[in-house]
């Protein structure tokens, strides 16, 4: 089975097509949300004029929390939407995917933990993404961390997909190019895991191949001033760099949307939960070491992924290593993460919705052999 109910609509400036979008909708009065860091780009102020008069909430945090949800959507239960707009991360995204949710649907994001377990569709909800990792305005699911109890809870709905998604790239061009490289590499990590897990099919495989050749190729230049080979990056080529990213982040969460995730983001998923971790960041310093782990299961689709990514001596994970390395990048060793956490983290990771979804049997054991390695 292979589905996107989400109209896609890709291109530079795409997001102005918005007042059409919501006159089709019929929707009258929306509720924006974002946050800070997307407020203070250059772009924000220009982008509220476009979406005309509507109400805006910029509450939401990284790894955004289940008390900001519920208290957001209680706020904007009395405000009689009839739409929600994200524009945001994956953070924000998630975070108005929910509250659409809990807009026609009682109580707490916590009562939907699982998959259709809400009655009434969402309200509409337009994502426009501004990183290029989640894949999050092509998805039914949204990331909630329940804080005090160190996890990260999944809500999945066939009722909650965005209903339009628009994915413009110029979006990007005030995203910190470590942040460029981090989310980068979560939506290589979201193709990869597409196309080395057991609901792995022809379609996801095709979107996902093809969004591993995108970042190999234009990952670098997007995140960086410098190209692989040393010289600058023209401004001209480094636009081009950021579309085909933000191209293969869209190509990469309808793949794993239709595909799923498995074991690095069971592991980034428990380590963001218990340590509040940026997820792309730990997918990405994760992602060599669990495939390396799992390797002999996962042979033959590994080498899809090496024919994607051209790698000539055989080499796959040395080729990943060193896309990896020229990223502007933080290091495992710089988080920290205590080693009196990796059981808990390792525990969590088997109990993960996504673990079932690995061709290797993945044990805590596993997961903790795997930590104490890195
Ligand atoms: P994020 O949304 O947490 O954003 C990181 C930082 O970047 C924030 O401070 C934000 O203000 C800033 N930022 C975002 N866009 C910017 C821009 N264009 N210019 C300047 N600053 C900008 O980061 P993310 O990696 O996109 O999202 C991570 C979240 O997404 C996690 O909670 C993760 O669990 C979730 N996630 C969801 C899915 C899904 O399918 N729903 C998939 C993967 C991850």
Not at 62 to 70: E, K, L
Not at 95 to 101: E, G, R, Y
Request: some cysteine; glycine content about 8%.
């Amino acid at each position: 089975m292979f589905r996107v109910p989400t109209r896609v609509i890709i291109g530079p400036g795409c997001r102005n097509q918005l007042p059409e979008l919501l006159i089709s909708l019929g929707a009258k009065k929306s509720l924006v949300i974002s946050d800070g860091g997307v407020a203070a780009a250059p772009w924000f102020a220009s982008f509220l004029e476009v979406c005309g008069a509507h109400e805006l909430d910029l509450a939401i945090e990284p790894n955004p929390r289940h008390s900001t949800i519920d208290s957001l959507a209680n706020r904007a239960r009395e405000g009689r939407f009839d739409c929600v707009i994200g524009i945001g991360g994956g953070s924000v995204l998630d975070a108005a995917k929910a509250v659409s949710m809990l807009l026609s649907n009682p109580g707490s994001i916590r009562d939907y933990e699982g998959k259709n377990k809400f009655p009434h569709p969402a309200l509409p909800f337009i994502a426009l993404p501004t990183t290029c990792g989640t894949g999050s305005e092509v998805t039914w699911v949204s990331v909630i961390s329940v804080h005090h109890e160190g996890r990260k809870i999944s809500v999945k709905g066939d009722l909650m997909f965005p209903r339009f998604a628009l994915v413009d790239a110029e979006l990007l061009a005030s995203l910190p190019a470590h942040l460029v490289a981090s989310t980068g590499m979560d939506a290589m990590t979201h193709a990869i895991e597409a196309v080395v897990g057991k609901p792995s099919n022809p379609t996801s495989d095709a979107l996902a191949l093809e969004a591993i050749r995108l970042l190999q190729c234009y990952l670098p230049a997007a995140a960086n001033q410098r190209a692989a080979m040393g010289h600058i990056v023209s401004k001209e080529d480094r636009k081009m760099a950021l579309e085909k990213v933000m191209l293969a982040s869209t190509l990469a969460g309808m793949a794993f949307g239709n595909a799923d995730v498995g074991a690095v983001h069971c592991l980034s998923e428990s380590i963001g939960g218990v340590h509040d971790l940026p997820h792309g960041l730990l997918n990405t310093l994760l992602l060599v070491p669990v495939l390396r782990y799992q390797q002999n299961a996962i042979a033959d689709p590994l080498q899809m992924v090496a024919n994607a990514l051209q790698v000539k001596d055989g080499d796959l994970f040395g080729a990943l290593e060193t896309l990896i390395a020229g990223l502007p990048l933080q290091q495992w060793s710089e988080l920290n993460i205590p080693t009196s956490t990796f059981a808990e983290i390792a525990q969590k990771s088997e109990t993960n919705g996504s673990n079932g979804s690995n061709l290797f049997d993945m044990k805590a054991s596993d997961y903790l052999a795997i930590l104490e390695a890195m």
